[in-house]
């Protein structure tokens, strides 16, 4: 669930990688911004604004959401 449409401007599909952070695109402009102002922290990703190029992946939904 997102409340933003997708677009990366609300956190509400903040992810908490457990393992497989390798198999997953590099941060995006919108996840960097986020993670400057202390939204992100350097194990979570905006699961809008990622994709998964191989392997796998462990996460848990962050509590806040």
Partial sequence: ???C??????????MI???GM???????EREE???????LKPNERLSCQTIMIGGELTIR???EN
């Fill in 22 to 28: 390798e198999n997953l695109s590099t941060v995006n």
């Fill in 17 to 19: 990688v457990l393992a």
């Fill in 1 to 3: 669930m997102h409340a």
């Fill in 33 to 39: 911004f986020y993670r400057k102002v202390g939204g």
């Fill in 61 to 63: 939904v962050a509590e």
């Fill in 5 to 14: 449409g997708k677009k990366g401007r609300c956190t509400t599909c903040k």
